[in-house]
């Protein structure tokens, strides 16, 4: 049976959940590098990662098509796209120094927000350019397209780190998943450090990885832009027409 994997940030490390054809999720673990991370999870027939690939530079500066179209599916949920750095803005040290260097390069600072997951960005921007052909199988989504796209293409009424938000999501995946719940309320309780909602985002990435072998996987946008090193810059998702 093929084997499609889901894989979020969560503070120092990353969680990756599995996910089998028949979009049973299988486990959940975390390691601290996204090389180990995929490692364990090469052989997936899809790996869906809620973090950028591909990046604009100073040679082509600005926003990412795939983040514009992103934040316009997903009415008052659009803040949870972050804005993206523009490359060089990773080699900084120092979060001002980061915020001056986006800013003389595409006219935008960053966010508190996006200089906090900086290393994540580097970590899986390596990953790539050593292995631009990994990009096959290991893609760039955002779990709340994912989610968007599951609940028939409607934006979700509440924040994810909220009780309302968290039974909201899991009620849509309910709609394709019959072990969601348990799977959730299981790894809770055992993966220890890991926000609620981490786990959840790894979920929605995993499901929507495993309904590709069922439905066409589009992207945002329809003919994504490519970066000074040939990555793609698109958001996945499943057309469930």
Known sequence: MALFFGIDGCRNEWIAVSCDSDHNF?????????????????????????I???????????????????????????????????????????????KRKNMN????????????IMNKISEVDSLLIRNSALQLRFRETHPEICFWCLNKKKALNDKKKTESGIKERLK????????????????RNLLRGVKSDDILDAMAAALTASLS???ILKTLPE?????????KMEIVYVAID
């Open 26 to 50: 299988q486990k959940a673990f975390v390691e601290k590098s996204i090389q180990a991370t995929h490692e364990c999870t090469k052989e997936a027939n899809l790996t869906l990662i809620d």
């Open 52 to 98: 950028p690939i591909g990046l604009k530079d100073k040679s082509n500066p600005g926003k990412r098509a795939c983040d514009v179209a992103a934040r316009k599916k997903l009415g008052k949920q659009w803040r949870s796209v972050f804005s993206v750095p523009q490359r060089e803005s990773l080699e900084q040290e120092t979060y001002e120094d980061a």
């Open 105 to 116: 390069i595409c006219g935008v600072g960053l966010t508190r927000q996006t200089w906090c």
């Open 172 to 187: 849509i995946m309910k709609g394709f998943s019959e072990n969601g719940d348990d799977f959730y309320n299981k790894n």
């Open 213 to 215: 072998e069922q439905f």
């Open 223 to 231: 003919v994504p832009e490519v970066d000074s090193f040939g990555l």
